[in-house]
T-cell receptor, first 110, second 113 residues
Framework: GQNIDQPTEMTATEGAIVQINCTYQTSGFNGLFWYQQHAGEAPTFLSYNVLDGLEEKGRFSSFLSRSKGYSYLLLKELQMKDSASYLC???????????FGAGTTVTVRA | DGGITQSPKYLFRKEGQNVTLSCEQNLNHDAMYWYRQDPGQGLRLIYY???????QKGDIAEGYSVSREKKESFPLTVTSAQKNPTAFYLC????????????FGSGTQLSVL
């Protein structure tokens, strides 16, 4: 089976930085996705990593280490609107379904 | 604007009743998916379809049924056999297969009366 682990909750202050870790054990690797989901809403795509290294997109960055089965999502200059759940998902292959972690709920405090 | 539309936003089911959740996309995507989301759990796959007139069971298909008669539409029926249907249901689509990002609908919250 596929196993995706991420912390349940994190709290940070407005303007700060938060790092959400995701570790995975899957039968094959075809890419890792991060999605943001506000309560009661649809998840929206944030980032995709298939090669090792850091991908930066504005205030959000995502890192991947395939040898360690590890990724993190870095949120900088936190804003109140960043309070949401962040989902890590791994694609083992083009022919096999995505596996999702349970999500990390980030709360940003003033 | 292209997108994926789910309806209704909220749905109530009486005991013994079948209910159908609608999902329509105009993104010209081949693949469509249904997920169930419960508090504290990851998204769990119910059914998926990668081509018209074909669909496959996911991890938790028991008590659910789907059809894919048109590329744009992938309705989900929650049957009376599903004993714990209360959950947030998400429909998604992707261009072709699992290696691509998913576009999600806004979800349907199903509750039991």
């Amino acid at each position: 089976g596929q196993n995706i682990d991420q912390p349940t909750e994190m709290t940070a202050t407005e303007g700060a930085i938060v790092q959400i870790n995701c570790t995975y054990q899957t039968s094959g690797f075809n890419g890792l996705f991060w999605y943001q989901q506000h309560a009661g809403e649809a998840p929206t795509f944030l980032s995709y990593n298939v090669l090792d290294g850091l991908e930066e997109k504005g205030r959000f960055s995502s890192f991947l280490s395939r040898s360690k089965g590890y990724s993190y999502l870095l949120l900088k200059e936190l804003q109140m609107k960043d309070s949401a759940s962040y989902l890590c998902a791994v694609s083992p292959s083009n022919d096999y379904k995505l596996s999702f972690g349970a999500g990390t709920t980030v709360t940003v405090r003033a | 604007d292209g997108g994926i539309t789910q309806s209704p936003k909220y749905l109530f089911r009486k005991e013994g009743q079948n209910v159908t959740l609608s999902c329509e996309q105009n993104l010209n995507h081949d693949a469509m998916y249904w997920y169930r989301q419960d508090p504290g759990q990851g998204l769990r796959l119910i059914y998926y379809s990668q081509i018209v007139n074909d669909f496959q069971k996911g991890d938790i298909a028991e008590g659910y049924s789907v059809s894919r008669e048109k590329k744009e539409s992938f309705p989900l029926t929650v049957t009376s056999a599903q004993k714990n249907p209360t959950a947030f249901y998400l429909c998604a689509s992707s261009l072709r297969d699992w290696g691509e990002k998913l576009f999600f609908g806004s979800g349907t919250q199903l509750s039991v009366l």
